[in-house]
Structure formats: C-alpha cells, structure tokens
C-alpha cells in the first residue's frame, strides 16, 4: 500500500536554529498538508499547499513557517528560528482529490524536540 | 472554530469486552465525520462517514453518524490488546483540513 514518507523521525534542535522537516507524499497525490501535535494536544492543522502554492493556512503557520516542493518528489516544512513552543510532532498528509473528503493519508510524522 | 469534543478521554477495559468511544461537534455543514486510530505515530484510517443513519463496519469495528443530534459513535466488539490506541475524531472544515478532537486513550488488558 502506497504511504506518506517522513525525515527524520525525529529531530532535535537548538532554539533559534532553522529546521526543514522532509515528507514524501504518495507518488500520484495533488494535495499535500502539514498537522502537528503538541505532546497531549489535539492534532491541529497547519496548511494546505496545491499547485506549487499554499492554498490555505491557520494561524499557527506564521512567518516563521514556510512550505515548499523543491523537486517532484518532495514537500519540505522549514521553520525559520525555532522556538521552545514549536516543539511537537509534525504530520504531513496528502490526498489525490481535494482535500479529507476524498481520502487522506497521513505519513509516520517527525518529532521536533526544541532545547 | 468549533469543538470536536469526545469522550471519555480515558477508557480502560479488558480484552473481550465492547467499547463506544464518543464524538459530539457543533456545527451541522460539514460534509464527513472521520476516525483515526493513532498507535505510537501516524493517525491511520478507520471510517469516514457522511450520511446519517448509516453505519459503517470493518470487522469487530463499526461507526454512525447521527446528524441531527450532532454525534458520531464508534464500535469495537470482542476487544483485543491490539486494539489499544488512540481513537481520534475529526470533522472535515471547508475542503482544505480537519478538525480534530482530542482523543479517546483505549487500553485493553489482558
């Protein structure tokens, strides 16, 4: 069965450091989102990214974050100097019709640790 | 935005035994309701449910939607300690993302 493909597993990173957190989406996806779930926290959605562009985003994606597609493969999360609060762990999901309403497939997640 | 509430958030109970994990939300336009059982990483996919009445069955698993009373509920019978996970609920919101509930911790003993 075909999955999501998360880098690392898990991270740890000095506060004030950038992070790019790696996901390979299913090979036939369009659709591609990133969650995250803080330790004991509900898991919350973080942006959506269609054609090359995010296509929707919730207050928690601030300047700080930034979404990419470097390559036909890939779909990076980058945090630009990292936080104690960012730290959680990061789902990336993605889906072949818009959105959850069509199937969704959300890959193993990275754990950020930020010290 | 509104909740996603479901209970209990805790549930211990022995191998063999049926369970009725809960999800109640606020809102009536949404176009499915879905559950997720999270083992140590990633939600994987149980149901996703968008009419009223119907239910769903996968196995020992089964899930209904009541709209009108703005609930979801999802069956397990004849439990097994693999079942221990945690059981998520989420909403769909506009086509882009989920709403999600906080959980419901399953054990199952022995």
């Known amino acids: 069965e075909p999955e999501v493909t998360q880098t690392p597993s898990h991270q740890v990173t000095q506060m004030g450091q950038e992070v790019i957190l790696r996901c390979v989406p299913i090979s036939n996806h369009l659709y591609f989102y990133w969650y995250r779930q803080i330790l004991g926290q509900k898991v919350e959605f973080l942006v959506s990214f269609y054609n090359n562009e995010i296509s929707e985003k919730s207050e928690i994606f601030d300047d700080q974050f930034s979404v990419e597609r470097p390559d036909g493969s890939n779909f990076t999360l980058k945090i630009r100097s990292t936080k104690l609060e960012d730290s959680a762990m990061y789902f990336c999901?993605?889906?072949?019709?818009?959105?959850?309403?069509?199937?969704?497939?959300f890959g193993s997640g990275t754990r950020l640790t930020v010290v | 935005e509104d909740k996603v509430v479901q209970s209990p958030l805790s549930l211990v109970v022995h191998e063999g035994d049926t369970v009725t994990l809960n999800c109640s939300y606020e809102?009536?336009?949404?176009?499915?309701l879905l559950w997720y059982k999270q083992e140590k990483k990633a939600p994987t996919f149980l149901f996703m449910l968008t009419s009223s009445g119907i239910e769903k069955k996968s196995g020992r698993l089964s899930s209904i939607l009541d709209k009108k009373e703005l609930f979801s509920i999802l069956n397990i019978t004849a439990t097994q300690t693999g079942d221990s996970a945690v059981y998520l609920c989420a909403r769909t919101q506009g086509a882009q993302k989920l709403v999600f509930g906080q959980g419901t911790r399953l054990t199952i003993n022995p």
């Open positions: 999901a993605s889906s072949d019709l818009l959105g959850p309403n069509y199937g969704y497939t």
């Open positions: 809102v009536t336009n949404f176009r499915s």
